[in-house]
């Protein structure tokens, strides 16, 4: 059964930093894609950053130069280092993880940025 277990969100003042972890268990293929979303309230659920497996890096324009995706493929475990945090990037943040046959969804972990 497929488990994604997301860490690291929390409370932070503007131009802080977290460093959120999406560590994923119960399947054997191999990961294919990993990314990262996020909504805040009253608004849709939107791409912040995602990663292939050759380590490809796709970024939304509003966070290019603050977060950074990463990955390791050895611990099935995907990154997202967030710098440099502003308010309008107070949000629940969604882990999605694809394998070759099917995607998964993290539970969320909030991040909220104090002015």
């Known amino acids: 059964q497929v488990q994604l277990v997301e860490s690291g969100g929390g409370l932070v003042q503007a131009g802080g930093s977290l460093r959120l972890s999406c560590a994923a268990s119960?399947?054997?293929?191999?990961?294919?894609?990993m990314g990262w979303y996020r909504q805040a309230p009253g608004k849709q659920r939107e791409l912040v950053a995602t990663i292939t497996t050759a380590g490809t890096t796709t970024y939304a324009d509003s966070v290019k130069g603050r977060f950074t995706i990463s990955r390791d493929n050895a611990k099935n475990t995907a990154y997202l280092q967030m710098n440099g945090l502003k308010p309008e990037d107070t949000a629940v943040y969604y882990c999605?993880?694809?394998?070759?046959?099917?995607?998964?969804w993290g539970q969320g972990t909030q991040v909220t940025v104090s002015s």
């Open positions: 119960g399947r054997r293929y191999s990961i294919t894609f």
């Open positions: 999605r993880i694809t394998w070759p046959d099917l995607s998964s």
